[in-house]
Antibody, heavy 118, light 108 residues
């Protein structure tokens, strides 16, 4: 069974940093591109970042470029999102998701909540 | 950037009704569109990919159509368990994706 389990969320002050993790199991993690998607409280889905299967290529939405870094450790079957210079507008539930087929997200984690507040 | 305009933003319908949601892209995206269902407190779930293909295990009352800039998502006979928010998602300019604003579906 495919499972994605996020962790690392919590309360952080504006300007602070946080690292999210997404532990994958039930599939060959190193064969799949992975993504982060976030959802602010009561709002819609916002695409955040992507990383290729071998980690060689990354992509960031303009809203997080220069502040967030996506990475992965295929030996640990884990995806990461290092978040820095956090702002109130970064407060959201962060989901990791796997790309299946050509370009759809077929499996999602349960999400981890990041709260940015002083 | 490609913008996705989803409508309506909310919808109230009765059990058994036919429900239609539309998604319009700001430019031609061929059939590069997916539809997701999200129930409160849960992660999104893929329903339709490539505009019209039903994901495995998804009930056949769900369907999608369209190409270019105009897309439609339909529930042929609304069931109580279909109460959720539905999102379209384009992937014409990978690796970037864009979601529509969402349609919150309620039972009348």
């Amino acid at each position: 069974e495919v499972q994605l389990v996020e962790s690392g969320g919590g309360l952080v002050q504006p300007g602070g940093s946080l690292r999210l993790s997404c532990a994958a199991s039930g599939f060959t993690f190193s064969s799949y591109a992975m993504h982060w998607v976030r959802q602010a409280p009561g709002k819609g889905l916002e695409y955040v970042s992507a990383i290729s299967s071998n980690g060689g290529s990354t992509y960031y939405a303009n809203s997080v470029k220069g502040r967030f870094t996506i990475s992965r450790d295929n030996s640990k079957n884990t995806l990461y999102l290092q978040m820095g210079s956090l702002r109130a507008e970064d407060m959201a539930v962060y989901y990791c998701a796997r790309v299946g087929g050509y370009a759809f997200f077929d499996y999602w984690g349960q999400g981890t909540l990041v709260t940015v507040s002083s | 950037d490609i913008q996705m305009t989803q409508s309506p933003s909310s919808l109230s319908a009765s059990v058994g009704d036919r429900v239609t949601i539309t998604c319009q892209a700001s430019q031609d995206i061929s059939n590069y569109l997916n539809w997701y269902q999200q129930k409160p407190g849960k992660a999104p779930k893929l329903l339709i990919y490539d505009a019209s293909n039903l994901e495995t295990g998804v009930p056949s009352r769900f369907s999608g159509s369209g190409s270019g800039t105009d897309f439609t998502f339909t529930i042929s006979s609304l069931q109580p368990e279909d109460i959720a928010t539905y999102y379209c998602q384009q992937y014409d300019n990978l690796p970037s994706y864009t979601f529509g604003q969402g349609t919150k579906l309620e039972i009348k």
